[in-house]
């Protein structure tokens, strides 16, 4: 079979579904507006790196029986709403810096990047609207006599990808010209991010028990 047409529908599919607001997009503008370029980037390897755990489970079936078991997807709909929460609650506690609090907020950037990166990882790990993502995308864009080769290539270009738009992103939203800005004004990004993060985690929840009932 012809690899481009499938490869391309893939890509264009996948480009709309990562530049569409949501958590990875949240985790990485606070990172970015908190502890600056080099945290933002680690959250965006993680959330690039767990784009495979998302295609691996989906290529050995995995993902079927976390979609066809539903206390399992649910229970994975609670721990991710439940790690977002975790994060909103720090988001919203965050502090207006004084004018030397601004050094040290620069400062803040250099122990982060672990953190970042697990943070990156575990939001997309756990977001059950990949998982339905990429197993729609498995089981209706890529044919059922796709070869394995092929399969693992679209896994690996996705990922990269999702890492390369959100290192972009990093880079846009840590410009010089507007770092100072964010030092001192980046609390009330971290607070509305903290909102967002709330609300996703909220319809997380109500979505998981509305179709669960």
């Not at 050995?60 to 994060?87: C, D, R, S």
């Amino acid at each position: 079979m012809s690899f481009w047409p499938e490869f391309l529908m893939i890509a264009s599919v996948h480009l709309l579904a990562v530049a569409s607001p949501g958590p990875d997009f949240a985790i990485v503008l606070r990172y970015a507006v908190r502890f600056g370029r080099r945290a933002a980037i680690f959250a965006s390897l993680g959330i690039g790196l767990a784009i495979l755990l998302h295609v691996t489970y989906s290529l050995v079936g995995i993902g079927v029986i976390i979609k066809t078991t539903p206390w399992l997807f649910q229970l994975l709909t609670v721990l991710a709403a439940g790690y977002l929460l975790y994060l909103a609650q720090g988001a919203l506690r965050a502090q207006a810096p004084s004018a030397g609090d601004a050094v040290a907020l620069e400062q803040q950037t250099r122990p982060a990047g672990l953190k970042a990166f697990t943070a990156g990882f575990i939001t997309n790990g756990l977001n059950p609207k990949a998982t339905l993502f990429f197993l729609s995308l498995f089981a209706v864009i890529i044919s059922a006599e796709t070869p394995f080769s092929y399969k693992v290539i679209y896994g690996i270009y996705m990922a990269l990808a999702t890492a390369s738009w959100f290192c972009l992103l990093s880079f846009l939203l840590t410009n010089s010209k507007i770092r100072g800005f964010l030092l001192l004004k980046g609390y009330w990004f971290d607070r509305l991010m903290g909102v967002l993060l709330l609300a996703l985690a909220v319809k997380l929840l109500f979505s998981s028990f509305v179709d669960g009932s």
